[in-house]
Every structure is written in C-alpha cells, then in structure tokens.
C-alpha cells in the first residue's frame, strides 16, 4: 500500500510517502513561503521523482490540527480535492497523534503543543507494543491546571511537543519523579503516515475536517472587544 500523507498544520510544510510502514520519501520545508506556495510543488517533485503519480497513491493521510488553522485548512482542502476526484480513501489524523508517535518505547505519553501564555493542546496516550491508544481526549488546557490533574497519577508519563520543551521545568517541578522527555519534539509526516495507516487497518476513518480546541485568535479578539 502506498500512502501519502501531508503536514502543513506548523510553520513547515511536510509530505512523505510510504510504502506500507516504510518510508520512502519525506520532505520538509520552511522556505518563507506559504503553504499554499509550497504544499503542490513538493508532492509534485517528490512523486516524480520516485516515478509516481496520484494514481499510484492507495491512502491519503491529513494532518487536521491543532495547529495553524489557515494551514491545516490548506492540508484539508488538498486531500478533499485529492480524494474526491480520484476516488482515494482519505483519514484525517491529529497532530497530537502524530507526535506521540515519536515516542517508540512503551508507557503512556502526553503529547503537547504550545498555544501561548501558558496554554497547551494536550492529549495522552499509551504506546502497547507500537499500538498508541488514546487515554485522554484531544482538549485545550491551561499548563498549571493539566500538571494539578496528572500530578494525581501513579506512573511516569513521556512529554512530547514544543509544549513539552516550552513548559519544560514547570513540568519537571510539578511532576519531579514521573516526567521524561525525549530530543524530537517536531512533527513527522512520516509519522502522520503511520499513524494513518493503523486507523486504516483498524477501519478507523476519522474525517478530513479540521480538529479545532479553541476559537481562531481573530475570533477570540473579537469576542474580547464586544465584551468591553
């Protein structure tokens, strides 16, 4: 099975293309341009130059957020049009999911993404012998009050995520003897692949919609005024 699964939920634009669960092309670019500017251009290179098209491709994969919400509708936009006119299936997959995949040991890991003055997108997971399942939903939370709740568990949880390397020591003083950290905290489309590819398998078709925690900032600034 072929799949190509594409990030563009951060400030890098990523697509990699899988053979099963092996990697056969990855691309990541922070160029100074944007998404839109890059995404079609590196899918369009990467696959001639492994000598495929579209057609070749059995699974699409979609990083769906947290993020970037004008990225991540770029992302979604693509894999809709790619799905579809070519008739691929197509799964939408969380960015939290994906990082949690960078953890490949076993144990339960919390998956973090910053989104500023001490606010995260959070998830957990437990990682059974290369089966990440979910242990806590997707949700927005202020650090502090995330740290009360896990402080209350009995095992040592894996940080993951510029959350996880931004909040670091207040993690570390609030869970001394239960946190561990690992050096890659950045998102994989290659990870985002395989995670695809195990809901595929699982016959878990999650929508290509966009997974939203919290309203856009625009939106939030709005609201604050109208309330003044």
Known sequence: MKILSIDTSS?????????????????????GLTHSETLMPIIKESLEHLNLNLHDIDLLVCDKGPGSFTGIRI????????????????????????????????????????????????????????NYILRRNYSAENINDLL???????????????????????????LPNKCSFIENN??????????????????QFDDVAPLYLRKPQAERMLENKNET
């Open 148 to 174: 009360d709740e896990l402080k209350i568990v009995e095992y040592s949880i894996t940080f993951v995520g510029d959350g996880a390397v931004n909040y670091k020591s207040i993690i570390t003083s609030a």
């Open 11 to 31: 400030r890098l634009c990523g697509i990699a293309v899988l053979e099963n669960e092996n990697i056969i092309k990855e691309v990541s670019q922070n160029n």
């Open 75 to 130: 992302g979604v936009a693509t894999v809709k049009a790619f799905s579809d006119s070519l008739n691929i299936q197509a799964i939408g997959i969380s960015s939290l999911e994906a990082l949690a995949y960078n953890v490949k040991e076993n144990g339960v890991i919390c998956s973090l993404i910053d989104a500023k003055n001490d606010n995260v997108y959070v998830s957990v997971f437990e990682n059974i012998n290369g």
């Open 186 to 203: 950045t998102l994989s489309a290659y990870n985002l692949g395989l995670a695809g590819l195990s809901h595929y398998k699982k016959e």
